[in-house]
């Protein structure tokens, strides 16, 4: 294994290969590739992040909440009586 990511495999017999790769946090890919006599075959695999997850945990205490005043108010429709008017 190189440190850069560079792989040289020699001496493979002519023919089809399947070629994958895979490492912790990204997803694996699979290329196809044939390979002649005397050839050189450069593959360049572009590797999506994946499965990375990340907690936060927050610890705290909550401040008092403290009402001031409260109001309600009452809306009168035209439709509704009002001291026994309509």
Known sequence: ???NG???LTFLPPGD???RAEV???????????????QTVPLIFA???SGVT??????GTASEVIPRTST???LH???QRVNGRQ
């Open 17 to 19: 290969y399947r070629v």
């Open 24 to 38: 912790s946090g990204f997803s694996s890919i699979e290329q196809r590739v044939t390979v002649a006599a005397a």
């Open 54 to 59: 990340e907690t936060v945990t927050v610890r």
């Open 6 to 8: 560079d792989y040289i």
């Open 77 to 79: 429709t035209g439709s």
């Open 1 to 3: 294994m190189c440190l």
């Open 47 to 49: 590797m999506q992040v």
């Open 72 to 74: 309600t108010r009452t």
